[in-house]
């Protein structure tokens, strides 16, 4: 008998502009490719390159100083043009002009079945694989000197316009179970797959987990709350399942190729479906003409609409997780009588202010309005409808606010991160941003507790 978690409390946003299950052509290939430190939170970085460096993909251009073992590796072949620093000398980015054909650092991956946990470990931070992994509690980059008591995947992509990870793996089955493998060296608790019903029946080696149910049953959040809760003092590392084939296809060849197959989403894109795309890259450049319909009014999300990260001049190049691209109405030329009170039968309420609650299945396009003011945070309960975890989300918040040592940690701060409060700030009425405070949260308490 499978394991099988059902989840009932949580929200499925149905927005117009899925992608089809069809492979678009690729992205083009720019002038430029960048690694951002600010993309892995907890990455402290020192500059080991040079502008005028030649380079290989897979070449360290960054390291942790924490760990300096810990590598973050250039995505191409290339001369390093530039490396760019803000306030502080804080490092902001390291470009690379690539070449016209890409050579690669070769890594002897050869056998990793075989392996030992240290050897398997060594290669993932060499070649900057380790980048993938984040770690519970604190949701940061993981430690590499800890043992991680347990591994949570997630395969099960259920935020909104979200792509169908059976259809990235395609083809790639092998790779996959490749890096299941590596991740079974790395801790000697269970690795936890978390996927759809009926999905990656083969895999071996492994916990499988079907989640079924509302976004965020597919959040790594939730699968580790209802299969194997994190105590205090102990440490999980969590990866996505579509950075999974990125390090398979670095172990099947010993190649560091970054690039990855996502959804280009919404109801403002000029095309929907499949593309590969090389992560680094600008998006104005690597996709231009190819994203918005009117070029004007419009947002570009990377990632979904309720965690994703606004495209602006701030964000302009793709990060190294990127899965989707998501385009909505900006909403700054829309003029709207009486608001909100108008009764309306093609905008959608998680309320029932409108009549959506009637039509289930009906496809909407929302914009990136708010739709409302800040103000008190107002105990409804309205958070624990959508809210799967087995915490008080409210009571959390209030504590995290307050900075609460004691009661945060008693209410379960170690078990969250932000992404998992992303419904209940999508149907808050307070408009709090719910998320942000939960990440300065977590960062504080990580700055106190080490």
């Given at each position: 008998?499978p394991?099988?978690i ?22 083009q ?38 760990a ?5 590796t ?27 054909t ?7 991956t ?9 050897e ?35 395969a ?9 990870f059976?259809?990235?793996a ?96 919404g ?34 999300i ?10 602006d001049?701030e ?30 039968l093609?905008?959608?309420s ?22 409302g ?6 105990m ?10 087995d915490?008080?989300?409210e ?26 409060f992303s ?14 405070i ?13």
């Amino acid at each position: 008998m499978p394991n099988i978690i059902t989840i009932k409390k949580g929200l499925t946003l149905n927005l117009k502009g899925k992608a089809a299950e069809t492979q678009l052509a690729a992205a083009q290939r720019t002038e430029s490719y960048a690694v951002v430190p600010d993309d892995y939170i907890g990455f402290v970085p020192k500059v080991i390159v040079h502008p005028g460096d030649k380079v290989l993909a897979g070449d360290a251009l960054l390291c942790h100083k924490g760990a300096p073992e810990l590598c973050l590796t250039s995505p191409v072949s290339g001369e390093v043009i530039a490396v760019n620093r803000g306030a502080k000398r804080k490092v902001l980015s390291v470009e690379v002009r690539p070449d016209a054909t890409t050579e690669y650092k070769s890594f002897a991956t050869a056998g990793v079945e075989k392996m030992q946990r240290s050897e398997v470990l060594a290669l993932l931070l060499e070649s900057g694989m380790f980048s993938f992994f984040k770690q519970r509690p604190y949701d940061r980059l993981a430690n590499p000197l800890t043992e991680p008591r347990d591994i949570f995947v997630t395969a099960n992509f259920t935020a909104p316009l979200a792509p169908r990870f059976s259809y990235l793996a395609q083809g790639r089955e092998d790779e996959l179970q490749l890096a299941l493998t590596a991740l079974t060296k790395l801790t000697t608790g269970k690795v936890y797959l978390g996927v759809a019903p009926g999905e990656l029946t083969g895999v071996t080696g492994v916990e499988r987990v079907e989640v079924r149910g509302p976004h965020p049953a597919g959040l790594v959040g939730t699968l580790i709350n209802h299969t194997a809760p994190i105590n205090k003092e102990e440490t999980v590392w969590t990866l996505k399942a579509s950075d999974l084939l990125v390090i398979g296809r670095f172990l099947k060849t010993g190649k560091v190729d970054f690039s990855r197959t996502i959804a280009l989403t919404g109801s403002e894109a000029k095309e929907t479906g499949y593309l590969t795309v090389l992560p680094g890259a600008r998006f104005t450049e690597a996709l231009a003409g190819r994203l918005g319909k009117k070029g004007e009014h419009e947002r570009i999300i990377e990632g979904d609409v309720f965690s994703g990260v606004k495209v602006d001049e701030e964000h302009d190049r793709m990060s190294y997780s990127i899965d989707q691209i998501t385009i909505i109405p900006e909403g700054d030329d829309v003029h709207e009588v009486f608001g909100w009170a108008m009764p309306r039968l093609n905008q959608y309420s998680h309320s029932r202010s409108y009549f959506s609650w009637l039509m289930p299945k009906k496809e909407y396009v929302l914009d990136a309005r708010v739709k409302g003011g800040r103000r008190a945070m107002i105990m409804s309960g309205e958070y624990d409808r959508v809210f799967p975890m087995d915490i008080y989300p409210e009571f959390l918040l209030k504590s995290i606010i307050a900075f609460n040592i004691n009661d945060m940690e008693a209410r379960g701060i170690y078990e969250v991160a932000p992404e998992d409060f992303s419904v209940c700030e999508f149907v808050d009425t307070s408009k709090i941003p719910l998320q942000q405070i939960v990440r300065q949260g977590l960062d504080e308490l990580y700055k106190e507790m080490n």
